[in-house]
């Protein structure tokens, strides 16, 4: 990996402060960039969408496949037959994938497309009776202990995320393993090694797993875009020539960019790539100059 996406994503450690705390003994817990964060009281992130969406109902199209681009022609087949003409393209899905549906492109920009890298993720949601005594939010596991590199306590984001908004009999683990060919997973197993996983690490004691009241396994094969160190050629060869053709890529894949990867930085770059094309304005989240 390249060092360059570490500005936003990883906080920088300020030492005098690091030493103060510890002259103060004082736990210093209001630093880093998410230390405050909004969630949906009601319907997890989805709810977020579901109402920006609600007025543009009419004009959302689902269960569309796009299947192939003809960058000629400025059409995009759907897999369910429909063939719709464009002037302007802008594009979500993962760059690799839009590159390999374009019809004709050129041996240069499907080569580049294959020197982007990612993982998919295994996603283990796991719902216990009883309650948790743990403020904490979300927790990283470099450990080799646990398949999963992060565990969310959901049930702090809304008391609503467990059944009948009852945190006091109910709380809800979100368990996050990666995998790829350099960290196979095994999917069968996943939701198995995820519980003894928690137990290794201390997060659920072992007579804990006999109160598992729920268990749900997503596995989302584009999870992370890795920022390798040939991955700002490989863009820089790929979006300018997509660009030439009317087709503006955006988003946590379709940008390819983890640092400027998040819901809220994927969500402006959408705001501002139509921004830019309607008035000319910067692209200020994708080039990286905004929070
Ligand atoms: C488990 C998990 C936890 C996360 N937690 C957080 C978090 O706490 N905070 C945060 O900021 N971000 C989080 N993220 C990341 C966040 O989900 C993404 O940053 C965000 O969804 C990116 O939005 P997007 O519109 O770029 O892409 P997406 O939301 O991936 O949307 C792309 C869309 O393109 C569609 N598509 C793909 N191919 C085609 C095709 N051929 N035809 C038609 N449609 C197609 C897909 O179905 C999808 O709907 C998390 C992600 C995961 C998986």
């Known amino acids: 990996m390249s060092k360059g996406w570490i500005a936003e994503r990883v906080s920088v450690v300020d030492l005098d402060r690091i030493e103060r705390n510890i002259a103060e003994q004082r736990d210093d817990l209001g630093w880093g960039p998410n230390n405050i964060f909004k ?7 989805g709810a977020i969408y579901e109402g920006i ?26 897999s369910n037959g429909r063939l719709e003409r464009y002037d302007v393209l802008i594009n979500t899905s993962p760059l690799d994938l839009l590159v390999a549906k ?8 499907a ?7 990612h993982n998919g993720g295994l ?30 306590n959901f049930h702090n984001y809304s008391r609503f995320n467990v059944p009948d908004g009852d945190a ?9 393993t990666t995998y790829s060919s350099h960290k196979p997973e095994d999917k069968t197993r996943i939701v198995e090694s995820t519980i003894q996983g928690l137990v290794n690490s201390g997060m659920i004691d072992e007579g804990q797993k006999a109160y598992i009241a729920s268990r749900y396994l997503i596995d ?7 920022p390798t160190l040939g991955r700002d050629k490989s863009l820089a060869t790929i979006q300018p020539y997509l660009e030439s053709r009317s087709v503006y890529s955006r988003g946590r894949f379709g940008a390819w960019k983890y640092e400027v990867g998040n819901m809220d930085h994927s969500f402006m770059q959408g705001v ?19 929070g």
């Open 272 to 290: 501002e790539v139509v921004e830019r094309l309607l008035k000319g304005t910067d692209e200020s989240t994708l080039l990286g100059a905004a």
């Open 168 to 176: 006091e009999r109910y709380f809800s683990l979100m368990c996050e």
């Open 102 to 109: 374009c019809r004709n492109i050129p041996e240069s920009i």
């Open 220 to 226: 989302i094969p584009y999870s992370y875009p890795v």
């Open 39 to 45: 969630f949906p009281k009601y319907g997890g992130t």
């Open 111 to 117: 080569d580049a497309a294959g020197n982007l890298i």
């Open 123 to 152: 996603i283990a949601g796991l719902g216990f009776e009883g309650k948790r005594d743990d403020s904490k939010c979300w927790m990283y596991f470099p450990e080799n202990n646990s398949p999963f590199y992060r565990v969310t």
């Open 53 to 78: 969406a609600k007025p543009l109902l009419e004009k959302i199209h689902l269960q569309h496949e796009m299947m192939e681009i003809n960058l000629e022609q400025k059409t995009v087949a759907f």
